[in-house]
C-alpha cells in the first residue's frame, strides 16, 4: 500500500509539471509524459506483484473473487477456456485460510495445463455439510493411480494446505477423461444471512 501511494503521488505531480510545461510550450512537455505514462506502468506492476504475494484480499467475498480472476487470467495466459462456478455465495472470513484454498486450486490449474494437456478447466466453489468444497475438473488427458511413490511436490503442498485447514485433498482421474482435484475444508461457523451463506474457517 505505501509504495503504491508513492508512486500515485509521484504520478500526479508528474502529471502537475507535465500540464505546466504543456501550458509554457516547452518541448519537455513530452518527457514529462514519457515519465508519467512509466509510471502509470509501474503502478500496474507493483499491484501484480501485490496480488501474488497475498491474491485474496481480506474480505468474506475475497476468496469466490481470487478464484474468479485466477479463472480469467488463465484462459488469458493458457489460451484454454477456464471457468469459475460458485452457484451460492461462499464467504470466507479468514483471508489467510482462503489464501491455502486459493493456493490449491492454482496449483491445480497449472497442473491441469501443463501436465495434463487441458483444454478446459472448470474451478468450483460450493459448500455442503458444514464444509467447504473447492473442486477443479479438467479435460485433459488425465492421471493414472497414485502411488506415495507417484505423488509430486506440488501435490504434497495441496495436501499440507489442506491438512493446515483441517481438510483433505484428493486427485483422482475420472471415467470420460480428466483429472478431478477435490478439497474439502470444516466450517466451523455457518451462518445464513438472507441469501448469503457466511462461512468462515
Not at 486459493?102 to 487441458?118: C, K, L, P, S, T
Not at 509430486?152 to 493446515?164: C, E, K, P, S
Amino acid at each position: 500500500d505505501s509504495l503504491g501511494q508513492q508512486l500515485s503521488g509521484i504520478t500526479y505531480l508528474t502529471n502537475v509539471l507535465r500540464d505546466r510545461l504543456r501550458d509554457a510550450g516547452s518541448p519537455e512537455a513530452a518527457e514529462a509524459e514519457r515519465i508519467s505514462n512509466l509510471l502509470k506502468q509501474a503502478i500496474e506492476q507493483a499491484r501484480a506483484v501485490a496480488r501474488g504475494l497475498s491474491p485474496v484480499r481480506p474480505e468474506p467475498e475475497g476468496l469466490s473473487a481470487a478464484l474468479k480472476e485466477l479463472a480469467a487470467q488463465s484462459s488469458e495466459v493458457f489460451g484454454i477456456e477456464c471457468c469459475f462456478e460458485c452457484p451460492k455465495p461462499v464467504l470466507v472470513g479468514d483471508s489467510e485460510e482462503a489464501t491455502h484454498l486459493y493456493r490449491i486450486a492454482q496449483e491445480a490449474v497449472h497442473n491441469a495445463f501443463r501436465h495434463g494437456q487441458a483444454k478446459q478447466i472448470t474451478i468450483s466453489l460450493t459448500w455442503m455439510q458444514a464444509r467447504i468444497r473447492l473442486r477443479i475438473v479438467d479435460d485433459g488427458k488425465g492421471i493414472g493411480t497414485l502411488s506415495p511413490r507417484r505423488k509430486g511436490l506440488g501435490l504434497r503442498i495441496m495436501q499440507y494446505r489442506a491438512g493446515l485447514l483441517q481438510g483433505t485433498v484428493s486427485v483422482r482421474p475420472l471415467p470420460e477423461g480428466g483429472t478431478e482435484v477435490c478439497c474439502f475444508a470444516p466450517a466451523k461457523v455457518l451462518r445464513a444471512e438472507g441469501r448469503s451463506t457466511r462461512v468462515q474457517l
